[in-house]
Every structure is written in structure tokens, then in C-alpha cells.
């Protein structure tokens, strides 16, 4: 009974401690899998997409969108890959390019948010499409709002820790 109790303590401290990292490290579960801290892209306005079609030239020098990623195209042109990404935010779609040495980590529902430069009428070489509008951006001004693993799984992180924490804790009983 002793051991029991032990085990119980113990477990209760490692919930306890990862809810705080958690919630003290990570911005109430939100994981940025992009160094750029969310203060950084806070510094100008998150501009819907319907907007942005309406009134295009108010936005080519730095323009800023969230959305999910409907479709994205990844491409490698040595020593360097592009990633195409077509986002929806709910009023509309449009195309986001990063270039980066790696191809990003993404699947198609995933959220993000980016900030950048817009062109109107690009034709890219390398896709053989020409695109209306898109922004062109970097890695450090992208936040991913769910990762890979949250989009398989539809859990946060934190959700999975602690349903490790609970399946290791069962396995004494």
C-alpha cells in the first residue's frame, strides 16, 4: 500500500510539473515549431484574405495573413527548396512562398500564420504556374499554429503527455 501511494505522489508531481512548463513555456498549449517568438509577428495587423483581394495595392510592401493550408507545392532548386502553401482563412485563398535550406514539415489542415511581401501575377518557373497574388516570406516570420502531430492526431501535446503520464501510471495496477 505504501508503494501504491508512493506511485500515486510521484505521479500527481510529474502532471502537476508538466502543466506548468506547459502552460508557462508554451503559450497555453500553442506550439510554434518556428524560432520567430508570436511577439514578432505581432507588429503589424493580421489582414484577411477578402481583403487583401479587394484592395491589393494597400498591401504589397508587408502584408500578414493566417490561415490553413488547403494545398502546397515543395520544390528544390539547389542549394535551396521552395515551399508553395495555399491558405483559407474563411474569406478566401491564396498562395504563400517561403524559401528555405530544408522543405517545411507541413500537411494540408494545418494553421499558420505569415508575414511578408505580396506580388501581383507571379509566374514561377519552377511550379509552371502564375499566381494572382502571393506572399513571399521567410522561415522566421511563419508561426505554425498546430503541428504535424497535433493535425494526425486532432490532440495537443500536453493532451498526449499526460495520457502517457495515465497509461504509465496504469500499468502498476
Known amino acids: 500500500m505504501v508503494k501504491l501511494n508512493y506511485i500515486f505522489g ?20 500553442n506550439i510554434s515549431t518556428s524560432p520567430t517568438p508570436d ?14 483581394y ?3 495595392a494597400n498591401y504589397i510592401n508587408n502584408v500578414k495573413v493566417t490561415g490553413k493550408i488547403v494545398d502546397f507545392i515543395n520544390v528544390q532548386n539547389p542549394p535551396s527548396y521552395t515551399t508553395y502553401m495555399k491558405i483559407d482563412d474563411g474569406t478566401g485563398s491564396l498562395w504563400v512562398a517561403n524559401q528555405a535550406n530544408e522543405p517545411l514539415n507541413i500537411q494540408i489542415g494545418m494553421e499558420l500564420t505569415a508575414e511578408g511581401f505580396m506580388m501581383n501575377n507571379f ?8 499566381y ?16 504535424p ?7 495537443s501535446w500536453l493532451e498526449s ?11 502498476f495496477f
Open 149 to 155: 502531430i497535433q493535425q494526425e492526431t486532432g490532440i
Open 161 to 171: 503527455m499526460v495520457n502517457s503520464i495515465l497509461d504509465w501510471i496504469k500499468s
Open 39 to 52: 511577439s514578432q509577428l505581432e507588429q503589424s495587423v493580421v489582414t484577411s484574405i477578402s481583403e487583401i
Open 54 to 56: 479587394g484592395n491589393p
Open 132 to 147: 494572382d497574388l502571393i506572399i513571399f516570406t521567410t522561415p522566421d516570420k511563419i508561426v505554425f499554429t498546430t503541428t
Open 10 to 29: 510521484v505521479s500527481i508531481f510529474i502532471i502537476i510539473l508538466f502543466a506548468n512548463v506547459a502552460f508557462g513555456y508554451a503559450g497555453m498549449g
Open 123 to 130: 509566374r514561377s518557373n519552377s511550379t509552371g504556374m502564375t
